[in-house]
């Protein structure tokens, strides 16, 4: 199981990239109970525990989002498989898909 620690570090890394999101997504964490909020709707994109409403929600554990950061696996693959499950946004989730990819 990843750190959540090290998973908002992992995305503050790439908030550069992902400030091209312009949109909310929350990554609750099925292994260990716990959110991750990514806000990029402002200046400057931020990542931090919480549960707030997002625009799209994705569901899968701490190794398959520490995998899809590090580029170990691709977004689709992951939902295909069956790791990860999206409720809200499906545009939204697309448009993070490809900023991971990058």
Known sequence: MADIAALIDSLTDRAGALAALGHTVRFDLTDSGQS?????????????????????????SSDTLDKLITG???????????????????????????????
């Not at 939902?79 to 499906?90: H, I, P, V």
Request: aromatic share 2%; charged share 20%.
């Open 36 to 60: 991750i909020h990514l806000d990029a709707t402002g200046p400057a994109v931020t990542v931090a525990e919480s549960d707030a409403e997002a625009d799209a929600v994705l569901k899968l």
């Open 72 to 102: 170990r696996i691709g977004p689709m693959m992951a939902f295909s498989t069956g790791r990860l499950r999206l409720e809200g946004s499906q545009g939204v989730a697309l448009k993070l898909a490809g900023l991971l990819d990058s």
